[in-house]
């Protein structure tokens, strides 16, 4: 398969840059190289390849074959975003909540995750729940908190699963109701 993606890859056709640059940021089929990845994802991104742009960008977000550089990492964020990549909706969401290369906005943040979360992205679901459970970046909205909660379970979030248990554990945004609760 590499030999086949290699060949195409360097004919310029973008599925085969990005999944040569997956085989190599995982190891897939050749000993692991993020620089190399890098540079087959850059390829790929520029031909506007959102997994492309948005595995570029956690390349530079992490400091993995390339310089870590937040503001590479939401540029390639941004680009993937554009297409509703729901992976990099949610990488903006984090750098936005933990101030990695802006300043921290946990309006824009739940704006990014809510987003991701529109998109299916049960981790952003999850930490939507929180936010509106906790008051961070918006009034405290428990009813909000366990839609969200509730959203995120049902794609078998573990994490998010225990939330919505304990929300109707202690009657939080729902009715009380020990049977939900298990």
């Given at each position: 398969?590499?030999?086949?993606?290699?060949?195409?890859?360097?004919?310029?056709?973008?599925?085969?840059?990005?999944?040569?640059?997956?085989?190599?940021?995982?190891?897939?089929?050749?000993?692991?190289?993020?620089?190399?990845?890098?540079?087959?994802?850059?390829?790929?991104?520029?031909?506007?390849?959102?997994?492309?742009?948005?595995?570029?960008?956690?390349?530079?977000?992490?400091?993995?074959?390339?310089?870590?550089?937040?503001?590479?990492?939401?540029?390639?964020?941004?680009?993937?975003?554009?297409?509703?990549?729901?992976?990099?909706?949610?990488?903006?969401?984090?750098?936005?909540?933990?101030?990695?290369?802006?300043?921290?906005?946990?309006?824009?943040?739940?704006?990014?995750?809510?987003?991701?979360?529109?998109?299916?992205?049960?981790?952003?679901?999850?930490?939507?729940?929180?936010?509106?459970?906790?008051?961070?970046?918006?009034?405290?909205?428990?009813?909000?908190?366990?839609?969200?909660?509730?959203?995120?379970?049902?794609?078998?979030?573990?994490?998010?699963?225990s939330n919505f248990g304990l929300m109707h554990q202690f009657g939080f945004g729902v009715p009380q109701n020990y049977k939900e609760a298990n």
């Amino acid at each position: 398969a590499f030999k086949l993606f290699r060949s195409l890859a360097e004919n310029g056709l973008a599925d085969a840059q990005y999944y040569l640059g997956y085989m190599y940021q995982k190891g897939y089929g050749v000993s692991q190289d993020f620089k190399s990845a890098a540079r087959w994802y850059k390829l790929a991104a520029e031909q506007e390849y959102p997994s492309a742009q948005h595995d570029l960008g956690y390349l530079y977000h992490t400091g993995k074959g390339v310089r870590q550089n937040y503001k590479n990492a939401s540029k390639w964020y941004k680009r993937a975003s554009k297409q509703n990549y729901g992976l990099s909706l949610h990488a903006l969401g984090v750098m936005h909540e933990y101030g990695e290369g802006v300043s921290t906005n946990y309006n824009k943040a739940l704006k990014f995750y809510i987003l991701a979360g529109k998109q299916g992205l049960d981790v952003a679901q999850n930490t939507v729940g929180s936010m509106y459970f906790n008051g961070v970046g918006v009034d405290r909205d428990l009813k909000q908190s366990a839609k969200w909660f509730g959203v995120a379970a049902k794609q078998g979030n573990s994490v998010a699963q225990s939330n919505f248990g304990l929300m109707h554990q202690f009657g939080f945004g729902v009715p009380q109701n020990y049977k939900e609760a298990n």
